[in-house]
């Protein structure tokens, strides 16, 4: 026997839309299923509505994977309280690593993506602040939150996603066979290139950076 059917009057309102909720909606399939399926049909689909309405509040898939992007920078933690600025700096870029790591897909996206909303501009500004509290001059301040925040979604991007270990093997081994012949300093090097935990490495990559921030002006 076929049901009747209900009347619209009988079913649930559906939420009105707004951007807050689209994005909500976005990250969750992001954490579900990957940034891949974050589309505008998708997204619609989640929503109960079709993709032409969701234009007006997003204007298209890059925008959407930018604000996506923003919502996760917002689980950040903030700069820890103790500490040298630099070490309080360093922990801050960790975690906005380790964010990304956390979704491969995100990673390689937040290469290319713009992000533009308030956990962007408190990130920003929270390295700023750090970053001017150790005396570096406003102008290098400036141009290496850019850099460092290059750095970290690089990585990011690099170790993003679930790599084999025999992925690695033939650099490895080009590294480890150089002819010293041909390729001396590789020879001599080839320990230590190959040397470190990424962790170790990361760390080691953040001081580099803020030290060379602080020592560094701008061209004129």
């Not at 929503?47 to 994977?65: I, M, Q």
């Not at 937040?110 to 962007?120: E, I, K, N, V, W």
């Not at 084999?164 to 300093?185: F, K, M």
Request: glycine share 6%; with cysteine.
């Amino acid at each position: 026997m076929t049901a009747a059917p209900r009347s619209r009057r009988e079913r649930p309102a559906k939420a009105a839309l707004s951007r807050e909720g689209i994005v909500a909606a976005a990250v969750a399939i992001l954490r579900a299923e990957g940034l891949r399926k974050v589309t505008m049909r998708r997204l619609a689909r989640e929503l109960d509505t079709g993709p032409a309405s969701l234009y007006v509040y997003v204007r298209n898939t890059d925008e959407l994977h930018a604000a996506v992007l923003d919502e996760l920078l917002g689980t950040i933690g903030p700069a820890p309280a103790e500490g040298d600025w630099r070490e309080r700096l360093e922990k801050v870029l960790t975690g906005c690593t380790a964010m990304l790591l956390e979704h491969p897909s995100l990673a390689r996206s937040a290469l290319t993506a713009r992000p533009s909303g308030p956990h962007y501009l408190r990130l920003v500004e929270t390295l700023l602040e750090l970053l001017l509290s150790g005396g570096v001059p406003r102008e290098q301040a400036a141009w290496g939150v850019d850099l460092l925040l290059q750095h970290a979604m690089a990585t990011a991007a690099e170790h993003a996603g679930e790599e084999s270990p025999d992925e690695w093997q033939p650099v490895i081994r080009a590294l480890r066979e150089a002819p010293a012949d041909t390729h001396p300093h590789i020879a001599a090097s080839a320990d230590a290139l190959l040397s470190g935990t990424p962790e170790a490495r990361l760390s080691w990559a953040f001081r580099t950076l803020i030290h060379g921030i602080e020592r560094t002006a701008v061209p004129d």
